[in-house]
């Protein structure tokens, strides 16, 4: 991940077209124009060996003969020669370029990125129309128009959909600080870009519309970084493209793309949108409008119908319009006609004037119950929609100039003339402003997933799965021992085998080669159970039952004996080309009333092992009530999974089912998580039945397919595990028994008990402030990392688990350097937990690959400074800031050298 040198992309002073053209038409034509037509302050040159001067602007031959160096080049030239330009633009200095051209793939590709690499120039494209920036007035594209100056950033593969969004944008006043158009991506993706408008002040909301992801894992902790500091809303186009292969499981039969999509916008929390229109609504809701504190909405309507309308799509949305309080009820009965709806929706009569409204929307606007107000107006004879119109403008504005904040505001405008006026009103007003009841609520509903994706990013999950315990050596000796003889299909007793390893319930099973061992299998089964279960034994039969291969409420060895025989002949006759090894057998579990589930792993070609969860048995393929989930699993993200299916509302209990026991099942697939991070040799994994009820799971059935993992490898996870190898048992003198381990999210409980012991005078070396911010949402942002770029080894007491301290690394996008903070409780400065926390940090960079660490110390932290000097740490005075100092240590570990593997 890196967003090295896009501030040249985003911030450039000079700018060259290579490929300008006088000719009519021509890309390099209408890029010159749209340069020189807009109002960009820095220099534009014009690069063309076939003309002196364009337009009476001087042309040059060549990038080498540029009377300064581009911060920003334009390449609109012919396949062939765009790897000599680059090179020429990398011997300038040019440090970021766009790539408007298309066809430059295979050996050219290759050869422009070679030419770009000593510069460690940043390219976007190839294969795209382009890049504006309105706030800088440059049009660097052939795009038709420029967009209006705005706070939203747009970023689309689709050069069509750029165009076509800033046209409808255009219309509705809505604008934009960056837009880009990515192209191939064969540099510049979407994981950059987010890193980079991240901490962008000038755009408040991000807009992607995505046809595909390269470098998942770099993508999601962009993306997660970026929605913890705003609204980030992606559409992405193939939805319907079918991912199911044929595979030897049920999950991989049932595994889409999308739906891996689907969970990693959410495991990053991301607003995904369906289609064009919600994207456009989204855009509407985030241009105009602050984020929504709850999901309270009032219908304010001149029309029933109108209103009832809004409250059934709300509906829709499994969210209902609140009941009024008593004093806004009575405070609006004071100021509407008797026959108002007296309710919410609130109907103000079809002749509602714009005294009217403006009285019931202050009235509405000062309720602290409510969080958006949707205005509805409804074109009669008996009073202006543009007299409302204005109403509703001027009470919004006084409203945000007496309280100093503006509760969201919506409006929908029925009609045509007088509502177009209406529309066009509102927008320059900066009210969002929709054509249909319908719009206006999906626009609501845009900040309402916003506002929840926020919220789930904020969650404090319940205990850590570190706490519990698996033996993954035992697991991967039974994958070893498999692949040692070439088999890549476990058998069912050794799949049970490494589940049985991570602590998951499976029932026993005995191999038995033919009917007469089967026989006896059942009569050892039989001394403690009222029956039994066969089921033939071949790797080359996927779905047992689909041949007749599976026999269930056997109650005696010759039952049993003469099921098997019977299993042959219909194996036999039904896929006599299979391999039979023999059968299973083992006890029937019989529980009535318990649900049929199924918990898988596939591998997704761009996002790695995948996890899915849903209704299990033999018609899974059918029902596809399953979700999908990105390893490693902690138990809130595994009851997340559960409750985006159907099934889950059946788990629930209804009628004379009690419950299932829903930690049991997500405790199973937090399990699965972790087997999956931990045995990277796992392909494919069914679960299926995993039988539950209230008296918890186990496992009936399951299959897993392997591969070398050194010959063979595996995509990566796309959110890197918990690195337990860093935890460590250790005692100092004068303290006693640490653990000290990295940090997990559930210690946010933790963290009020240690700042009670952190006297003012040390939360302000480490935090610059007396007072440091204790907030849920602070120490959320401390505790939930997701380890790829920062990582946190907290200090705890034995065996009480009290937090001591805390050791701290932030690492930079390009993973080269990391900035650090110590701070330990205030009662135990000076025995050494400082010293150890500073000499876990240090042993973690360099095994990480980072190049250096570095930080900012107050000049009166002197047992800081002390310890840093002794580290070896380079200590400088901060320049403009004498009360500071910056202290480095360099490393001189391979650049990005883990960065490589898991970035």
């Known amino acids: 991940m890196t967003v090295r040198n896009l501030e040249f992309l985003f911030s450039p002073r000079t700018v060259a077209l290579i490929g300008a053209s006088p000719q009519p038409g021509s890309i390099g034509r209408i890029i010159a124009r749209n340069l020189d037509s807009s109002t960009f302050a820095g220099e534009v040159f014009l690069v063309n060996p076939h003309h002196t001067e364009i337009d009476g602007t001087v042309c040059y031959p060549s990038v080498s003969a540029l009377p300064r160096t581009p911060d920003l080049a334009i390449v609109a030239t012919p396949p062939k020669t765009v790897p000599s330009i680059v090179a020429e633009l990398a011997a300038k200095g040019t440090r970021a370029t766009v790539i408007i051209t298309a066809g430059i793939e295979g050996e050219l590709r290759l050869k422009t990125f070679e030419a770009a690499r000593p510069a460690c120039m ?18 660097a594209s052939f795009s038709h128009r420029m967009p209006l100056k705005g706070d939203l950033a747009f970023m689309s593969q689709s050069g069509a959909l750029v165009t076509a969004v800033i046209d409808w944008a255009h219309a509705r006043g809505i604008g934009f600080s960056k837009v880009v158009s990515m192209g191939d991506m064969a540099d510049v993706d979407f994981g950059d870009l987010l890193d980079f408008l991240a901490g962008d002040p000038e755009s408040k909301a991000i807009m992607l519309y995505v046809e595909q992801i390269t470098q998942a894992p770099k993508f999601l902790t962009a993306a997660r970084r970026a929605a913890r500091a705003k609204p980030v809303i992606v559409l992405k186009s193939g939805r319907h493209a079918s991912g199911a292969r044929a595979a030897h499981s049920h999950t991989g039969a049932l595994s889409g793309s999308d739906a891996v999509y689907d969970a990693a916008f959410r495991r990053a929390g991301l607003v995904r949108v369906g289609d064009l229109d919600s994207l456009f609504s989204a855009a509407e809701m985030l241009s105009f409008t602050p984020k929504l504190e709850g999901e309270r909405l009032a219908i304010l309507t001149n029309g029933g119908g109108a209103g009832v309308l809004a409250a059934d799509r709300l509906a829709d949305f499994n ?43 202050g009235i509405l606007l000062q309720d602290k119950a ?19 119109a204005n109403a509703i403008i001027r009470t919004h504005a006084a409203d945000t100039r007496m309280l100093g904040q503006r509760k969201p505001v919506l409006t929908n405008w029925l009609g045509d003339s007088a509502a177009t006026e209406a529309r066009r009103r509102f927008a320059k007003a900066g009210i969002p402003t929709f054509d249909t009841p319908a719009e206006a609520i999906e626009g609501f509903m845009q900040l309402v997933a916003y506002k929840r994706s926020q919220n789930e990013l904020m969650r404090t999950p319940p205990t850590s799965p570190g706490n519990l315990h698996f033996d993954s050596e035992r697991a991967g000796a039974v994958i070893a021992n498999a692949l040692s003889r070439s088999r890549f299909m476990l058998t069912e007793k050794e799949s049970k085998a490494v589940l049985s390893a991570y602590g998951i319930p499976v029932a026993d099973t005995i191999i038995a080669k033919d009917p007469e061992a089967v026989a006896a299998a059942a009569e050892r089964i039989l001394q403690t159970t009222r029956a039994c279960v066969i089921k033939i034994l071949s790797d080359d039969i996927s779905h047992k039952s689909d041949v007749g291969g599976v026999r269930l409420g056997l109650r005696s060895p010759e039952e049993a004996r003469e099921a098997a025989r019977a ?11 299979a391999r039979l090894e023999g059968f299973t057998v083992e006890p029937m579990i019989e529980r009535p009333g318990a649900h049929e589930l199924i918990v898988g792993m596939s591998v997704d070609r761009t996002f790695g092992p995948t996890l899915l969860f849903g209704a299990g048995g033999t018609a899974v ?32 209990g209804y009628r004379d089912r009690p419950r299932a026991d829903l930690d049991a099942i997500a405790e199973v697939l937090v399990r699965v998580s972790y087997m999956i991070a931990n045995h990277p040799e796992i392909r494919e994994l069914d679960i299926n039945p995993l039988l539950a009820d209230e008296k918890g799971c186990i496992a009936l059935d399951a299959r897993m397919r392997v591969a070398d993992a050194l010959t063979q490898p595996r995509l990566p996870l796309s959110i890197r595990p918990y ?18 381990r990295p940090v997990r999210p559930e210690d946010e409980a933790l963290y009020d008990r240690f700042f009670e012991r952190v006297t003012p005078e040390d939360a302000h070396m480490r935090f610059f402030t007396m007072k ?28 009480d688990g009290e937090l001591l301290g805390v050791g701290r690394l932030a690492a930079d996008p390009d993973y080269l350097r990391a900035e650090y903070a110590v701070l330990v409780r205030s009662d135990l400065k000076g025995k050494g937990l400082g010293w150890l926390l500073m000499q876990h940090l240090v042993a973690y960079a360099r095994e990480e690959g980072l190049q250096q660490i570095f930080g900012e110390i107050l000049a009166t932290n002197m047992t ?10 380079r200590i400088e005075t901060v320049p403009d800031d004498i009360t500071l100092r910056h202290v480095t240590l360099d490393l001189g570990g391979p650049p990005g050298a883990r960065m490589k593997t898991n970035l």
């Not at 309080?325 to 714009?354: C, M, Q, Y």
């Open 864 to 873: 800081m400074l002390n310890m840093c000097r002794d580290l070896g740490f």
């Open 772 to 799: 440091p911010d204790r907030s849920h949402r602070f120490i959320a942002r401390l505790t939930q990392i997701d380890y790829a770029r920062e990582m946190a080894f907290v200090a705890l007491s034995q065996p």
């Open 370 to 388: 409510l969080d958006a107000v949707l205005v509805i107006n409804c074109p009669t004879a008996l009073a202006s929609s543009e007299d409302n």
């Open 567 to 577: 299993m042959l002949a219909d194996v036999a006759r039904i896929r006599p080309d």
């Open 122 to 139: 940043r390219i976007v494209g190839p294969n795209c129309i382009g890049v504006l920036m309105p706030r800088l007035g440059l049009n």
């Open 723 to 740: 690195p337990a190898e860093w935890e460590k048992d250790l005692e100092l003198p004068r303290i006693g028994k640490i653990h000290l």
């Open 621 to 652: 393929e059918v029902i596809k009530d399953t979700a999908r989930a990105l390893p490693p699993l902690d138990l809130m993200l595994a009851h997340d999974a559960i409750r985006q299916t159907r099934i889950s509302r059946l788990l629930q």
């Open 319 to 361: 969210v209902e319009p609140p009941n009024l309080t008593p004093e806004t009820f009575a405070a609006l009965h004071k100021v509407l006609p008797p026959t108002w709806s007296r309710g919410n929706p609130i109907d103000i009569i079809g002749d509602a004037g714009p005294e009217r409204y403006a009285a019931a929307l």
